[in-house]
């Protein structure tokens, strides 16, 4: 989705109920070409929350969202066309090989279908080229979550939301994802990844214990 | 500082404000109560004594004054799970789904009393305790095996919220059901007679036997509505348990939770 | 790459998975074959007794084996990861719901709708009711996968929901179990079973309008 203008990705006012728990509220975010916001805080504090609400696993409680321009209430469906997710579980089908579910998640998720030179492009970028062959059950957890991140060279788009990505990986394989995301924010993309590492890529940081809860309480209705 | 509950519990909430609802339901509670009774009264008196014994099914018909009433209370029963279900799904407000979730088991327990009854009562008319073919009779049991299921999941679902969606999706996927029980009599000709009571052509039942069913008509919707009632009231105080458990656990405080003496002992 | 060429996609992927390893295709044709069989071991030999419930046996049997596929549906994506980018894909959620469940269908059900007139052979059924049972089938069983469908996507998330899942949606099939063993009882008594057949196709069609609303609602409830 080509994006006209120089912010990709804009929030105002999001607030996340899980739980019976306010976990985050009054939350601003803006997102510009080519910059990088890491979440930071502790457990619960809603990283992952918000990086599903924005991908738009879990709905909007309260605010706006804007996304490549166009208001994710009118327009639902047009945010997929701009943004890679990455998430905790892998997503991968142990019985088929590496290529076999690339090629799957690319045509079911990303809409099209690749060819074996963009197969090995992407998988090269995380060192798994010579595994393309090779059913994932074999593979390492390291190996796997590899390979889930080698789905982001099987397209370009412009908002990467990464949820705990360097997770499992040792120093080699950090080096080659900050490589990409390097790669990725001089292309003029964007990225908001919460980690509890330091990428060691220069960025804005949104830290969550700003948006926290305190005394909001979506079950205050009982006591009406 | 927005409160981000408010947004989505909308208007709805002033009219739907638990502490209201109890209020209003205690007032009215006993009036609703006092109905029941009396119309039980008067419509057993009527319906043992007064009408007439058909000459066909002789007194065991006297089992219709429950049936009949039970068997519709069933379905409208449903009904309210349904339409409960609808409003918290599309309005957000807990308390429909709180209201969804307290009728289920006294439109459980209507459904089973119709069956039973219909069982008592045509076994000396029928000769069979049951009868497969019959349309109605299939689809109620259907109509029983929905309502278990809604109770069901309610029993299963860890997450309140998660669980009062599902719970919904389910009451209205399973609402078709209530057409289907209604027009089978129409169109499969099995046991059950046609419709009697609700026709184009005005009641069909013979007249003396009007004024009991009347009754305890009346009687049923008024035990139905007290009863649930007294249930939506039990379903509120066990959430609020729920909840002040759960914020202990989690080492949260509901900031507006009143000290545990002051919770009602209904 | 369309959203048709999307949806195409997803019912290839979804009817790979179904064949491989772990997936339940195989599971549910032994079962049926199994089942079937158990049936002249515990009711005896009895020619015509056995031509007597044939059509409702299987009929019943082919539900049950069907159902014992149903909880991987959607709760073998939902634990892997997978779901999350199919919820992220272009294609509607709708769309998703009714590629997976005609996948299902045609992976799962339709071998079972071939298999289904061997077994009614086995059980001594007679001609006439042969060729009607496999039109039964075929018009009837759609609804077994849609329904499915509406009963796994609500369970997707709970722990041991299989057990559930039967609860929720063999009241359900009540009316498909009813109509297709009607079509067959008609044939094979002379009277006209094309009612029952209408009935049938009725019932399949109110499926496919109510499943793919009531599951996508489901599954956008269960990702959050």
Redesign the interface.
């Known amino acids: 989705m080509k994006i006209e203008s120089d912010i990709l990705l804009s929030g105002s006012n999001l607030a996340s109920v899980r739980g019976g728990r306010v976990v985050y509220t009054g939350l601003n975010i803006q997102l510009m070409a080519g910059a990088l916001i890491t979440l930071e805080g502790p457990n619960g504090s809603g990283k992952s929350t918000l990086i599903r609400q924005l991908a738009g696993l879990l709905s909007l409680t309260a605010g706006t969202l804007q996304i490549a321009g166009l208001d994710v209430a009118e327009d639902p469906g047009a945010r997929s066309d701009s943004l890679h997710f990455s998430g905790h579980t892998n997503g991968l089908k142990p019985a088929f090989d590496l290529a076999t579910n690339l090629t799957l998640y690319s045509e079911t998720v990303l809409g099209f279908r690749p060819n074996r030179s963009v197969l090995e492009a992407a998988t090269a970028s995380f060192d798994l080229a010579a595994l393309l062959d090779t059913p994932i059950r074999y593979f390492s957890s390291g190996q796997q979550h590899r390979s889930a991140l080698a789905r982001l060279g099987l397209a370009h788009r412009p908002i990467w939301l990464l949820d705990e990505p360097t997770v499992g990986l040792d120093q080699a394989n950090r080096d080659r994802l900050r490589t990409q995301i390097e790669l990725h924010l001089a292309a003029g993309g964007g990225a908001i990844i919460a980690t509890h590492d330091d990428l060691g890529i220069a960025g804005d940081i949104l830290q969550m214990t700003e948006f926290r809860g305190g005394r909001d309480d979506p079950e205050a209705w009982l006591w009406d | 500082m927005q409160r981000p509950g408010r947004d989505y519990i909308t208007a709805m909430h002033r009219f739907a404000n638990p502490a209201r609802f109890v209020r209003l339901a205690d007032r009215l509670l006993p009036w609703i109560i006092s109905v029941a009774v009396i119309c039980f009264a008067l419509g057993g008196y009527f319906a043992i004594f007064s009408s007439p014994a058909d000459y066909q099914q002789m007194e065991t018909v006297r089992i219709m004054y429950i049936h009949v009433p039970s068997a519709w209370m069933s379905m409208l029963t449903y009904i309210i799970v349904a339409v409960a279900s609808f409003t918290g799904l599309v309005w957000r407000h807990p308390l429909a789904f709180l209201t969804a979730k307290a009728a289920a088991p006294i439109g459980a327990a209507l459904t089973a009393l119709t069956l039973i009854t219909g069982s008592i009562w045509g076994y000396p008319t029928w000769g069979t305790w049951w009868e497969w073919a019959d349309a109605r009779m299939t689809s109620v049991l259907v109509l029983l095996f929905l309502y278990a299921g809604y109770m069901a999941m309610w029993q299963m679902m860890d997450d309140f919220d998660k669980a009062c969606r599902a719970t919904s999706i389910l009451a209205l996927v399973g609402v078709i059901n209530i057409p289907i029980i209604k027009f089978s009599v129409d169109w499969w000709n099995t046991l059950h007679q046609g419709a009697s009571i609700v026709r184009s052509g005005g009641p069909t039942i013979h007249s003396e036997m009007q004024l009991p069913l009347f009754l305890m008509i009346i009687a049923f919707h008024a035990w139905l509505i007290a009863l649930l009632l007294k249930r939506v009231k039990l379903e509120l105080d066990r959430r609020k348990v729920a909840v002040m458990q759960q914020s202990l656990a989690s080492g949260l405080a509901h900031q507006l939770a009143p000290a545990p003496e002051k919770l009602e002992g209904q | ?1 369309g959203l048709m ?2 949806f195409a ?2 019912v290839r ?1 979804d009817m ?2 179904a064949w ?4 339940a295709g195989g599971l549910s044709i032994g079962f049926f074959v199994i089942a079937i069989s158990l049936f002249p071991f515990g009711i005896g030999a009895d020619k015509d007794l056995l031509a007597r419930i044939a059509p409702g046996t299987v009929w019943v049997v082919a539900m049950l084996a069907g159902l014992i596929s149903l909880d991987r549906l959607y709760q073998a ?1 939902f ?4 779901l ?9 959620v709708e769309l998703l719901v009714l590629a997976k469940t005609l996948a299902h269908w045609l992976a799962i059900i339709l071998p079972l709708a071939l298999m289904a007139p061997l077994a009614a052979l086995l059980l001594n059924m007679t001609a006439d009711g042969l060729l009607w049972l496999a039109v039964s089938f075929l018009v009837g069983t759609p609804t077994l996968s849609l329904l499915g469908s ?1 009963g796994a996507s ?2 997707v ?2 722990r041991r ?1 299989g057990v ?1 899942l039967a ?2 949606i ?3 099939y ?2 498909t179990l ?1 109509f297709g063993t009607g079509v067959v009882l008609a044939a094979e008594s002379g009277a006209d079973p094309t009612p029952a057949l209408a009935l049938l196709g009725a019932v399949s069609l ?1 499926s496919l309008i ?1 499943s793919p609303l ?1 599951s996508a ?2 599954l ?5």
């Open positions: 790459m060429r999307v996609a997803v992927r790979k998975l491989s390893q772990g997936g994506d634990e892997d990861g997978s999350d980018g199919l919820l992220l894909s272009p294609l509607p509406v609500l369970t998330a709970i929901g559930l609860l929720l063999l009241p359900l009540v009316p009813i109110i109510v009531a609602a489901a956008r409830m269960a990702a959050e």
